[in-house]
């Protein structure tokens, strides 16, 4: 099998205050982690590429300052959203793959996050 | 820019019969079109990929048609039954494997 899960499944926070989520592979090695965010009734839109021991790839419009990405281990890789604000309450989902050059990305259950 | 459409009004249909959802694009010249489902709350499920000299793909009641004159991707499922409820999201590879979502089109099977 291929599972990623996310930690925690959600979290209510105040606003101003920093908030981590972490994404795993359970049972294979990731390289390469990806990051989207998807708002109530709306695609998912890609944040950012989590890349193994160096620096995550943040797309056009994504702020690398606020959302900060770590890639320390193969199975695990973090997003801190810092300084909190409530429009950046959505719900953020990690995905993995298998290997480089790999085609199925294998989807986390998401994070709710609710800044008040 | 790149744009990826799904029909954003929901699919109604009764069970039993075939449901068909559309994907189109611009702007992209995909090596791979990818089908996920996805339940509210939930991250999305993988359910078929179809490579640019691939034609059609088929996974049990699916059916996946890719289209890159028209730039279309069609998703068909057949014989379908209330559990097929949910919102079906298309996936187009960018590079570095990135891939870019449509909107996704919620399909409702009623008994």
Redesign the interface.
């Known amino acids: 099998g291929a599972v990623v899960s996310q930690h925690p499944s959600w979290v209510i926070c105040k606003s101003g205050t920093s908030v981590k989520i972490e994404c795993r592979s359970l049972d294979f090695q990731a390289t390469t982690m990806f990051w989207y965010r998807q708002f109530p009734k709306q695609s998912l839109m890609l944040m950012a590429t989590s890349n193994e021991g160096s620096k995550a790839t943040y797309e056009q419009g994504v702020e690398k300052d606020k959302f900060l990405i770590n890639h320390a281990s193969l199975t695990l890789s973090t997003l801190t959203v810092t300084s909190a604000h409530p429009e950046d309450s959505s719900f953020y989902i990690c995905s993995a793959g298998k290997g480089a050059g790999t085609d199925t990305q294998y989807f986390g259950p998401g994070t709710r996050l609710t800044v008040l | 820019s790149q744009k990826i459409e799904q029909n954003s009004e929901a699919l109604n249909i009764q069970e039993g019969k075939t449901a068909t959802l559309t994907c189109n694009y611009t702007n992209y010249s995909p090596a791979?079109l990818?089908w996920?489902r996805q339940d509210p709350?939930?991250?999305?499920?993988?359910l078929l990929?179809i490579r640019e000299n691939e034609k059609e793909k088929r996974k049990e009641r699916l059916k996946v048609t890719f289209d890159t004159t028209l730039k279309q991707s069609l998703f068909h499922i057949t014989a379908s039954q209330p559990a097929d409820s949910a919102t079906y999201?298309c996936?187009l590879?960018a590079n570095?494997?990135?891939?870019?979502?449509?909107?996704?089109t919620k399909l409702n099977v009623k008994p």
């Open positions: 791979y990818q996920y709350g939930r991250g999305p499920v993988f990929l999201l996936a590879d570095f494997n990135k891939f870019y979502f449509g909107s996704g």
